[in-house]
């Protein structure tokens, strides 16, 4: 019944949603199963890598959410992600217990080598798995909450509100350099040895991280259609298309932007908390506004407004991405700004409307012929 | 459009005054006195120039008043204090005898009901024609009950009733950004209508209309008049005349002439700030 109305008008997030499902099916088997001279072998590097995809594409549904939906464009949504990654990598570190380099019982290496005594009082707790889950949501929601009540309650919005989230995610980045701050300054927090008791290092792990980012990644998904398919998902757009509008109909437009964008927040903790254990590390420069920007040409790319769209824009980029930097490592910033002109112009729906797009263009052909 | 005859809206200035909105935290209005919108010395200025100065307006339960003025008189800065978009420096408003609208923000006035249609036509053009009035007519607008909301059948009925009233039946289920022009302006009517109001704020309504479209638009706005209080702002002479019972000339933010239509086109003041032109 649910399912039934979260997925009837959309076809493209039904063939998605399969498509995850056959690759989350097979990528396990032909990492595990098939021997390593196999063809059909799947090595535990692209597993790990295809792993840190879905989680981008994670973060990219975050994004529409709050862009495609509610025209909110925020240009600091890797702020978040970088939180949910750190309070990740806070309990990963407090896993490491007395194997690091100097083998102390509690404080993590780099606090032994500052001289510190004992463990900062924001550390405590993340030595549990389930509060330190608990924190992957709720820092970067309660940040979001209140910079969100913030701007948006004295109506910042537009390109103004784009830059101060850009400013956001500098500022943290500046932060989290400083080593005063107890997260591990540049080099961030690294050298995790276990998650749960299994060695991240084993393929047994890095399949399971996969599998459990692409059920984070589905049921992200689900969770933004029942978003988007409610009367709220209607008021989102609804201010989208005309804020004044909605605010003359009786709706306070603050408390819905307020809620979504920290909704978005949280499932960008997610993506976050999941992308750390499988990329090994998390420093500050996850915070870098470029980041941000990345991620609005991933989804400007997959198309905004879709959600799937924006999944599948994530993934085509960062494919793009690791074959353009391993080949030609000078281009790649360039075919990214060009990717992002070519469907400003051409496709302003995204390629998720190029079927439709090319459609259109025969069609001019035709009657031209 | 010929529909003229609505049973469900509550009446004002009848015995059965006393039945309209109740909100729990406002109040209903009180309308002891006849006056459903009192305004009172109302001055805004802008960077110094006075966009309303001491204007004072009295509307009754119930009336059709139009207001006309030349550009810049302080038409819809008047409608920006109402409807709480603007704060104005100093002067009273009140919606009926107690509700001070000036300490209330934009939603809560809405829900209060007081509807107020935009001069340029502004309707959520990604919805349907039917999206956009389940959106005006939601009885509750917080968001966690908009999660979980669907659409009841008391709510379904009035916007039928709306849909009928404007004429838009059977284009409920089209996206409202297809619609024609006059289509839009209707919609946005009858997005305040779900809305139950009780004093409906129309700007400009027949700017770019076809002839048809404004005689079918003046039709609509006299049927309204009694069950609702209704302001008019408009440009249209022609259009005045053939509604308007009580006409209000602003002049530099302030009221230069109130009255009968036919006293108002003789009066030599308004001849000469505008009628003349």
Same mark, same amino acid.
């Given at each position: 019944?649910?399912?039934?109305?979260?997925?009837?008008?959309?076809?493209?997030?039904?063939?998605?949603?399969?498509?995850?499902?056959?690759?989350?099916?097979?990528?396990?088997?032909?990492?595990?199963?098939?021997?390593?001279?196999?063809?059909?072998?799947?090595?535990?590097?692209?597993?790990?890598?295809?792993? &840190?995809?879905?989680?981008?594409?994670?973060?990219?549904?975050?994004?529409?959410?709050?862009?495609?939906?509610?025209?909110?464009?925020?240009?600091?949504?890797?702020?978040?992600?970088?939180?949910?990654?750190?309070?990740?990598?806070?309990?990963?570190?407090?896993?490491?217990?007395?194997?690091?380099?100097?083998?102390?019982?509690?404080?993590?290496?780099?606090?032994?080598?500052?001289?510190?005594? &004992?463990?900062?009082?924001?550390?405590?707790?993340?030595?549990?798995?389930?509060?330190?889950?608990?924190?992957?949501?709720?820092?970067?929601?309660?940040?979001?909450?209140?910079?969100?009540?913030?701007?948006?309650?004295?109506?910042?919005?537009?390109?103004?509100?784009?830059?101060?989230?850009?400013?956001?995610?500098?500022?943290?980045?500046?932060?989290?350099?400083?080593?005063?701050?107890?997260?591990?300054?540049?080099?961030?927090?690294?050298?995790? &040895?276990?998650?749960?008791?299994?060695?991240?290092?084993?393929?047994?792990?890095?399949?399971?991280?996969?599998?459990?980012?692409?059920?984070?990644?589905?049921?992200?998904?689900?969770?933004?259609?029942?978003?988007v398919t409610s009367r709220l998902g209607r008021v989102l757009t609804a201010i989208r298309d005309s804020e004044d509008r909605v605010r003359f109909v009786g709706f306070k437009v603050e408390h819905y932007k307020v809620w979504v964008f920290t909704v978005s927040a949280m499932l960008a903790g997610l993506a976050g908390a999941l992308y750390v254990p499988q990329v090994g590390i998390?420093?500050?420069?996850?915070?870098?506004?470029?980041?941000?920007?990345?991620?609005?040409?991933?989804?400007?790319?997959?198309?905004?407004?879709?959600?799937?769209?924006?999944?599948?824009?994530?993934?085509?980029?960062?494919?793009? &991405?690791?074959?353009?930097?391993?080949?030609?490592?000078?281009?790649?910033?360039?075919?990214?700004?060009?990717l992002f002109v070519i469907v400003t112009l051409l496709l302003p729906s995204g390629v998720s409307d190029a079927a439709a797009a090319i459609k259109r263009l025969l069609a001019r052909r035709l009657r031209h012929a | 459009m010929r529909e003229t005859t609505v049973t469900a809206e509550p009446a004002i200035g009848t015995e059965t005054a006393s039945t309209p909105i109740f909100d729990p935290v406002l109040g209903t209005p009180d309308i002891g006195q006849g006056w459903i919108l009192y305004l009172d010395g109302i001055t805004v200025s802008f960077d110094g120039f006075k966009a309303l100065d001491g204007l004072s307006l009295y509307v009754d339960a119930g009336e059709l008043r139009c207001v006309i003025g030349p550009n810049g008189a302080g038409k819809t800065t008047m409608m920006d204090v109402i409807t709480g978009k603007t704060r104005p420096d100093s002067g009273v408003a009140y919606f009926g005898r107690r509700i001070d609208l000036l300490k209330l923000d934009e939603p809560e006035i809405a829900s209060l009901g007081i509807g107020r249609k935009f001069q340029k036509p502004t309707v959520f053009?990604?919805?349907?024609?039917?999206?956009?009035?389940?959106?005006?007519?939601?009885?509750?607008?917080?968001?966690?009950?908009?999660?979980?909301?669907?659409?009841?059948?008391?709510?379904?009925?009035?916007?039928?009733?709306?849909?009928?009233?404007?004429?838009?039946?059977?284009?409920?289920?089209?996206?409202?950004?297809?619609?024609?022009?006059?289509?839009?302006?209707?919609?946005?009517?009858?997005?305040?209508?779900?809305?139950?109001?009780?004093?409906?704020?129309?700007?400009?309504?027949?700017?770019?209309?076809?002839?048809?479209e404004t005689e079918m638009t003046a039709e609509l706005l006299t049927s309204l008049a009694g069950k609702h209080s209704v302001v008019v702002v408009e440009h249209d002479m022609d259009f005045v005349r053939s509604i308007a019972r009580k006409v209000t000339v602003l002049h530099e933010g302030r009221v230069l002439a109130e009255g009968r239509m036919e006293d108002i086109q003789n009066d030599p003041r308004v001849v000469e700030v505008y009628l003349g032109e």
């Open positions: 019944m649910l399912f039934r109305r979260l997925l009837t008008d959309d076809r493209g997030g039904r063939l998605f949603l399969a498509a995850l499902g056959v690759v989350t099916v097979i990528v396990p088997i032909a990492n595990l199963v098939m021997p390593p001279d196999s063809p059909l072998h799947v090595s535990t590097f692209t597993v790990a890598l295809l792993g &840190k995809f879905l989680c981008y594409a994670l973060l990219a549904i975050a994004l529409d959410l709050v862009w495609g939906y509610a025209g909110i464009l925020s240009l600091g949504h890797g702020a978040f992600f970088a939180l949910g990654g750190y309070a990740m990598g806070m309990h990963l570190m407090r896993q490491i217990g007395s194997r690091g380099v100097y083998g102390h019982p509690e404080l993590p290496d780099f606090m032994v080598f500052l001289n510190w005594e &004992k463990l900062p009082w924001y550390w405590h707790g993340f030595d549990m798995f389930w509060f330190a889950m608990l924190m992957v949501v709720l820092v970067p929601g309660a940040l979001a909450f209140v910079f969100g009540w913030l701007a948006f309650r004295s109506r910042v919005k537009g390109v103004y509100f784009s830059i101060i989230t850009q400013a956001m995610t500098y500022a943290l980045m500046l932060a989290f350099f400083r080593n005063e701050m107890g997260f591990g300054g540049n080099n961030g927090l690294t050298d995790f &040895k276990d998650l749960l008791g299994a060695s991240l290092q084993a393929p047994s792990t890095r399949v399971a991280l996969f599998v459990v980012s692409a059920i984070a990644l589905a049921g992200g998904y689900l969770v933004c259609r029942y978003i998390i420093n500050p420069t996850e915070f870098q506004p470029l980041n941000s920007i990345e991620l609005v040409v991933w989804v400007a790319v997959g198309g905004r407004g879709t959600l799937y769209g924006a999944a599948l824009g994530a993934l085509a980029v960062n494919y793009a &991405k690791s074959v353009l930097t391993v080949e030609f490592p000078d281009a790649w910033l360039f075919a990214l700004g060009a | 053009s990604g919805h349907t024609v039917l999206e956009n009035l389940e959106l005006a007519g939601a009885p509750r607008k917080g968001v966690w009950h908009a999660l979980r909301a669907r659409m009841s059948g008391e709510e379904r009925d009035r916007i039928d009733e709306a849909l009928a009233i404007v004429g838009l039946a059977q284009h409920a289920h089209r996206p409202a950004g297809q619609l024609s022009h006059g289509q839009k302006q209707w919609l946005e009517i009858a997005m305040l209508l779900v809305q139950r109001p009780q004093l409906l704020l129309i700007d400009e309504p027949v700017a770019g209309m076809t002839r048809q």
